[in-house]
């Protein structure tokens, strides 16, 4: 993953896949590195959406 | 996440979700009548991986018939029900001939508990190598992460399961005992070999 010197947030870029596959592996690096990155309140107001989208 | 490996404890203070909430809703009923611990996919789900899962796996202790009468008793009157069937003595037996039964709340068949007694010695030693998850409003007892991982990565190996294994990898980079999941992996190998027998 590079980071954009640019950007005082330091942005970390997620690499590309070659395929969906390698593409769904790097995002979970990618996301994996934003928890890390982030608090727990934050990361999990991310994935509540998908998880809570999923049931009544 | 703060994940204290000397002392097998986790704290995550996460905004809870409705999976969550149901986890939370059946553990405090069983827990009260057996040991468990949750496995599998809503570990890495609790520890941040993005998707759902409209199961929860958890492995609970051999109890004998009357114990788990009384865990069903409490459940079916606080709101759950069998999915597998409605008699308690045969949900036991499934229980006791190795399968698995579901729980969900009643006519809400998703999501549901699975749950289901130990078989394998590989299985047993769960309930001595757990990790306590310190939630804001409870706790869960999940089995340690390097067994998550070999098991994603050496025995259930689907796309979907690989990456819970690559997720919880790289939640914890440096914590994870690597020595430990390559013996797990010479295990898993053992039982995939006697299990094309």
């Known amino acids: 993953m590079k980071k954009n010197k640019s950007d005082k947030t330091e942005r970390v870029f997620m690499k590309p896949g070659k395929n969906n596959k390698e593409d769904r592996l790097n995002f979970v690096r990618f996301w994996a590195n934003y928890i890390r990155k982030h608090s727990d309140e934050e990361w999990s107001e991310q994935q509540n959406i998908i998880v809570n989208s999923q049931y009544n | 996440m703060e994940y204290d490996v000397v002392k097998r ?17 059946f553990l405090k009923f069983l827990k009260k009548h057996v040991d468990y611990v949750i496995i599998s996919g809503y570990v890495s789900i609790l520890l941040g991986r993005s998707r759902a899962t409209e199961d929860v796996d958890v492995f609970i202790e051999k109890i004998p018939f009357d114990v788990f009468l009384k865990l069903y008793e409490e459940l079916t009157k606080n709101g759950f029900w069998c999915l597998n069937a409605e008699k308690p003595e045969e949900v036991f037996s499934y229980l006791e001939d190795g399968y698995a039964v ?96």
């Not at chain 2, 404890?9 to 809703?25: A, G, T, Y």
């Not at chain 2, 089995?143 to 979907?160: G, H, N, P, T, V």
């Open chain 2, 9 to 25: 404890e986790m704290i995550v203070n996460r905004k809870l979700n409705k999976l969550d909430n149901f986890v939370l809703d």
């Open chain 2, 102 to 197: 579901r729980f969900s709340l009643v006519n809400k068949p998703i999501p549901n508990f699975e749950v289901k007694f130990p078989k394998r010695e590989i299985d047993r030693e769960t309930f001595k190598d757990f990790i306590t998850v310190i939630l804001p409003e409870g706790e869960v007892k999940i089995s340690a992460l390097e067994r998550q991982i070999a098991f994603k990565r050496y025995y259930l190996k689907s796309d979907k399961d690989i990456e819970d294994a690559l997720h919880i990898e790289e939640s914890f980079k440096g914590k994870i005992d690597y020595e430990k999941v390559n013996k797990l992996k010479k295990i898993i190998g053992e039982i995939k070999k006697n299990e094309k027998k």
